[in-house]
Nanobody, 121 residues
Framework: QVQLVESGGGLVQPGGSLRLSCAASGSIFSIGAMGWYRQAPGKQRELVGFITSNGGITYADSMKGRFTISRDNAKNTVYLQMNSLKPEDTAVYYC???????????????WGQGTQVTVSS
């Protein structure tokens, strides 16, 4: 069974940093774009950014500057480095990826279960 598993969330003080990880596991033939979304309480889920299999990165305009996305293709893992965190960054952060489970079956979009990030003093 294919799944995306996030880790690294938690409680951090304003101005602090966190690094989230998301590993794709199971029977995977190939991985396309991998990325991150977040959903704050009472708000819609929004894009943080994504990285293609070739390393091209796109960030939502509001996320540029403090957030950095990277990936390790050998580990099927995408990372989100978050710096200078603010209380308004508090949200559940979700991993998202396009996965192909077998040759020729095409890529389908998968979501992780989410990891809570709380920025508070």
């Amino acid at each position: 069974q294919v799944q995306l598993v996030e880790s690294g969330g938690g409680l951090v003080q304003p101005g602090g940093s966190l690094r989230l990880s998301c590993a794709a596991s199971g029977s995977i033939f190939s991985i396309g774009a991998m990325g991150w979304y977040r959903q704050a309480p009472g708000k819609q889920r929004e894009l943080v950014g994504f990285i293609t299999s070739n390393g091209g990165i796109t960030y939502a305009d509001s996320m540029k500057g403090r957030f950095t996305i990277s990936r390790d293709n050998a580990k099927n893992t995408v990372y989100l480095q978050m710096n200078s965190l603010k209380p308004e960054d508090t949200a559940v952060y979700y991993c998202n990826a396009d996965l192909e489970v077998a040759l020729g079956q095409g890529r389908y979009n998968y979501w992780g279960q989410g990891t809570q990030v709380t920025v508070s003093s």
